[in-house]
């Protein structure tokens, strides 16, 4: 079952998580109630930080650094501690539409133009597990050429604006806190939390054959300049799709095969926060609607006919949403561990397998 680490990356869990399916089944009979107690009153974004997110953060990246590194230690060579299994990096463009309005011509789909891009396709575990086990799928888009100055504050001239999803519109903690009570005792938190226990059931139980053909979300909001928004990418209509194969790499097999004759595309869209009652930012389990806020194509991802990089041409790639301009920056708790673990993670995986760190 999902970890914290792709949004953070969610990995998955052991058997013996299969003890809290049937309780799990109650959540959705459970009211999705996600008022926590207030600590301060919410920024212009809707962010409130609770006084124990710092000790929080900081218990979360000393775990899976130590997850890491006994890894290593281990085998000699350090994995991602989720999204581990690749199905291909691939070359893509990112077109930016025209005649957008205004409230979502903003950041960077305040002008029409296209870029290069990077799209990662992945399974969530944190091993390379066989592609029909339940799990979670990511789609990574890192977008090329982007100006202007960035978050990150080891990467503030990186040229690059990345955008990560899952299968799923939401996540499965509410926040830092949750999350360290889920390390510490995963069985136990599943089966007091059964809203939680129900969304790692949902995420697990999306059957994707080629990762072309599914749509992936955002779950977590972000700044859509003035706004805030959550994101979604959806295979353009009327796409046929390769799903010959049927092993235990058949994602990355069907990719391949799709990508060796033909194209693929996907529409990129955002979702504003029209009704922040029912829209929190700090509580990433709650769905944004779309009955209340329709998600609204801004851009346009095609993904010509090629050979999908594999190996360590695309093990060596590194994404987060915070390698972002303030226009887009991520909003609410599981970011903001997000932020720390990314970096953490990243640098220590690169130093112990001597690789070089480096955004295009």
């Known amino acids: 079952m999902p970890t914290l680490?792709?949004?953070?990356?969610?990995?998955?869990?052991?058997?013996?998580?299969q003890a809290v399916c049937a309780a799990a089944l109650m959540a959705a009979l459970a009211p999705a109630s996600w008022a926590a107690t207030a600590v301060a009153t919410p920024n212009a974004d809707g962010e409130v930080i609770p006084a124990?997110?710092?000790?929080?953060?900081?218990?979360?990246?000393?775990?899976?650094?130590?997850?890491?590194?006994?890894?290593?230690?281990?085998?000699?060579?350090?994995?991602r501690d989720a999204h581990r299994k690749a199905h291909g990096c691939v070359q893509a463009r990112f077109t930016v539409l025209g005649k957008l309005p205004a409230k979502l011509a903003q950041g960077l789909f305040a002008t029409p133009r296209s870029y290069d891009a990077v799209v990662r396709f992945s399974n969530?575990?944190?091993?390379?597990?066989?592609?029909?086990?339940?799990?979670?799928?990511?789609?990574?888009?890192?977008?090329?050429?982007?100006?202007?100055?960035?978050?990150?504050?080891?990467?503030?001239?990186?040229s690059t604006q990345d955008f990560l999803m899952i299968n799923h519109p939401v996540f499965f903690v509410r926040n830092a806190s949750d999350y360290v009570a889920f390390q510490k005792n995963t069985v136990s938190f599943l089966l007091t939390h059964l809203h939680e226990a129900g969304i790692i059931i949902a995420i697990g139980a999306h059957s994707m054959t080629n990762p072309l053909n599914a749509r992936y979300w955002s779950m977590v909001p972000y700044k859509l300049?003035?706004?805030?928004m959550k994101y979604s990418a959806?295979?353009?209509?009327?796409?046929?799709?390769?799903?010959?194969?049927?092993?235990?790499?058949?994602?990355?097999?069907?990719?391949?095969?799709?990508?060796?004759?033909?194209?693929?595309?996907?529409?990129?869209?955002?979702?504003?926060?029209?009704?922040p009652a029912d829209m929190p930012i700090e509580d990433p389990t709650i769905e944004w609607k779309e009955a209340s806020s329709p998600f609204v194509p801004v851009a346009r991802i095609d993904i010509p006919a090629q050979t999908p990089e594999g190996a360590e041409a695309c093990e060596i790639r590194s994404f987060t949403p915070w390698h972002s301009i303030a226009e887009?920056?991520?909003?609410?708790?599981?970011?903001?561990?997000?932020?720390?673990?990314?970096?953490?993670?990243?640098?220590?995986?690169?130093?112990?397998?001597?690789?070089?760190?480096?955004e295009p």
């Open 5 to 17: 680490t792709s949004h953070l990356r969610p990995s998955w869990a052991t058997p013996s998580l």
């Open 225 to 228: 300049g003035t706004e805030q």
């Open 52 to 79: 124990d997110e710092p000790a929080a953060i900081a218990a979360v990246t000393n775990s899976i650094k130590a997850s890491v590194q006994a890894g290593f230690d281990k085998n000699g060579h350090a994995y």
């Open 234 to 275: 959806r295979p353009c209509a009327g796409g046929t799709f390769y799903d010959q194969s049927n092993s235990a790499d058949r994602l990355r097999e069907n990719l391949t095969g799709q990508l060796a004759s033909g194209s693929a595309c996907f529409d990129f869209m955002v979702q504003t926060r029209t009704a």
């Open 328 to 358: 887009h920056r991520p909003l609410g708790g599981i970011s903001r561990v997000r932020k720390t673990v990314y970096q953490t993670i990243s640098t220590l995986r690169h130093q112990l397998n001597g690789q070089p760190r480096v």
């Open 124 to 158: 969530g575990s944190g091993s390379s597990q066989d592609d029909h086990s339940p799990d979670g799928r990511g789609m990574a888009v890192k977008v090329l050429g982007v100006s202007g100055p960035k978050l990150l504050d080891d990467e503030p001239n990186a």
